[in-house]
């Protein structure tokens, strides 16, 4: 059974919280006195009156909530956090239609960093504002989520949790899942203030550093100029949003292990963090290399262009320091295959997660172990822990959505008449909550010429990458309906 009026009610809670988060760039329009006072104004009205009727609307039932409700909530709050966080851009006069608005909302909150805006200085400081704080806040949503509401909910507080958190299921710090949240919170605030004062002691502005530190430590990637990083000339900025961008890409509990439990050697010793870096070092490498023997300019120059592109497709942060998209094809293949990769569970990063691959990269060989020595038992190990054949199955079914999805989103948008490479790269990095991809969506380029139904389409497909997929997907089965 599906406890509505409770769901209803801890939904306004969430959607008070929203119009509270609203009220920090409405402070700043009135504080400058630019355009966006009234669209600010509007939208904090509409979010502040709907949370209050669903708080006052619904009595809540003396239950606890269940694994079907904790699901629902997810799915409730992201598209309420979609829908109602496109008010401010809708009443703009910068975002013809709701169509835009909500595809900028979404892609704010799932930190795709995907726009439609062809010239995004023309924003008011206020609204641009809006659009880093919404990534920042989606970066680690659900650890805000937590600490105001999961202790209200009870025991589905950690299937809420593990639904919307990657790599939550083996990792709990502590034993109250709010207390969990509370602290990967504070790790998530520090390095983002510790990002804020680096780019300041680089010379960019309070307005612009407080933007592209809330983008940055999300990976979301929505910047305050219309050539994004590139903008500012600057190796210094570059190389600090390179670390920070690092930093994010790193599952927060390992950081809590490094810097709370000062245990550097799990920290240094977990598998998948070596894989990530390894990954980095090794596509930077490759790509540091294409570009030195095709274009002019330094050694490091080119090292400096790969590793910042290397690690902004790698995370999903989808900042551009350069147009790839007039790179050659292999260097343009190379960020394409970046882009399913992502960074490390229990991040902000999107993709398939490095932990996965590593194990699939397992199970595939342990079948090829089966196949010569057929009457062998052989165990996938991670971290020196056997993965128990319930964790291999659901990591297969996952791949599989993935690449469904993304082929059947791909032969819709080619359907709606766009070509293959824009198709196949907009839906990768839809989903896999990169922003910009390749052909008509490149780095120099934007999601504004396509058509309503694309746009819905890739909307879909940022939410389902956000979700990983079952969330979304299971509320469509007849078993989650079933009493």
Known sequence: MIHWPNLF????????????????????????????IIPLALACGITALLGVLLQVGFRPEPVEFNNRDG????????TAAGLLGAFPFYFSPHFPTWTD????????????????????????????????????????????????????????????????????????????????????????AAFSLLQYLALRLAGLSPFHSVCHTFTTMATGGFSTRNASIGAFQSPVIEWIIIFFMI??????????????????????????????????????????VTLYSQQEGTAAQHLRQAAFQVVAITTGTGYSSADFGA???????????????????GSTTGGLKIARLILLKRVVGREFRRIVERRGVFAVRMNGDAVSEAAIQSLLNLVYLAFLINFAASLALTALGVDILT????????????????????????????????KWLLSFCMLAGRLEYYSLLVIATRAFWLK
């Open 71 to 78: 699901i629902l909530l997810v799915i409730l709050t992201w």
């Open 247 to 288: 930093i994010a890409g790193i599952n927060f509990t390992q950081h809590y292990r490094l810097f709370i439990e000062r245990n550097p050697k799990r920290f240094l010793g977990d598998i998948e963090i070596r894989g990530f870096l390894t990954c980095l070092a090794g596509a930077t490498l490759a790509l540091a």
């Open 9 to 36: 009610r801890i939904l306004g809670l969430f959607i008070l919280a929203l119009t509270l988060s609203m009220a920090l760039p409405f402070g700043y329009a009135l504080w400058v006195q630019d355009d966006g």
């Open 327 to 345: 790179w050659v094809p292999f260097a343009q293949l190379i960020l394409l295959a970046l882009m399913f990769f992502g960074g490390c569970t």
């Open 423 to 454: 198709a196949i790269s907009a839906v990768a990095a839809a989903m896999f909550n990169v922003g910009p991809g390749l052909g008509l969506v490149g780095p120099s380029d934007n999601y504004g010429f396509l058509a309503a139904p694309a």
């Open 101 to 188: 608005a909500v595809f900028e909302s979404i892609s704010g909150f799932t930190t795709t960093g995907a726009t439609v805006l062809t010239d995004i200085e023309s924003l008011p400081e206020s609204l641009l504002l809006w659009r880093s704080l919404i990534q920042w806040v989606g970066g680690m949503g659900i650890i805000l989520l937590g600490i105001a509401i999961l202790p209200l909910i009870g025991g589905g507080g950690m299937e809420l949790y593990r639904a919307e958190f990657s790599g939550a299921r083996s990792e709990k710090l502590k034993p109250r899942i709010a207390e969990t949240a509370l602290s990967l919170w504070k790790i998530y």
